[in-house]
């Protein structure tokens, strides 16, 4: 089995769970009547907005690059296992994720799982990107972890 993903289309995937998430992000603080839940996902917002911008760097450095595997397919496997379960990798999901939230709770619920998925995802991608693209994504997945902090002390609030 070749590889289904070179590093380019992995990092094509990340802009687009940051575009849905940014979609996410906006329509339900357009949505929400608490003032403290407008403000944190409009600030989620804007911050998807600076990792679109982070990834589109990436991708403009990237070569053909293929990650090192213990065996043919490895990675791609890994990759398409990731992205196939991960629902922000799909066109327009963001903004029709958001409409199905009944209550700031439930979206808050459902964007700490989303920035989990995000972490875990972008650590998959260090391994589609050359090393000296590292430290970006390192910096990407701190912040990641600090939007579900602040998800998780917002949670708190309800």
Same mark, same amino acid.
């Given at each position: 089995m070749g590889n289904l993903f070179s590093g380019s289309e992995v990092v094509k995937i990340g802009i687009q769970i940051e575009k #849905?998430?940014?979609?996410?992000?906006n329509a @339900?603080?357009?949505r929400s009547k608490n003032e403290k839940a407008r403000d944190v996902f409009r600030y989620l917002a804007g911050e998807e907005e600076k990792h679109i911008a982070v990834f589109k760097k990436i991708l403009e450095s990237l070569e053909k690059y293929e990650?090192?595997?213990?065996?043919?397919?490895?990675?791609?496997?890994y990759m398409n296992t990731l992205a196939g379960d991960?629902?922000?990798? $799909?066109? #327009?999901?963001?903004?029709?994720?958001? $409409?199905?939230?009944?209550?700031?709770k439930?979206?808050?619920?459902?964007?700490?799982?989303?920035?989990?998925?995000?972490?875990?995802?972008?650590?998959?991608?260090?391994?589609?990107v050359p090393e000296d693209e590292h430290k970006?994504?390192?910096? @990407?997945?701190?912040?990641?972890?600090?939007?579900?902090?602040?998800?998780?002390?917002? $949670? $708190?609030?309800?």
């Open positions: #849905n998430g940014g979609d996410f992000y @339900l603080a357009k990650p090192s595997e213990s065996y043919p397919g490895e990675y791609a496997a991960y629902v922000f990798t $799909k066109k #327009n999901k963001g903004a029709e994720m958001a $409409k199905k939230m009944e209550s700031d439930e979206a808050i619920e459902a964007g700490v799982g989303f920035e989990k998925d995000s972490i875990i995802f972008y650590e998959g991608i260090k391994r589609s970006v994504l390192e910096a @990407l997945i701190i912040q990641e972890q600090c939007h579900l902090r602040q998800l998780l002390d917002l $949670k $708190k609030d309800f």
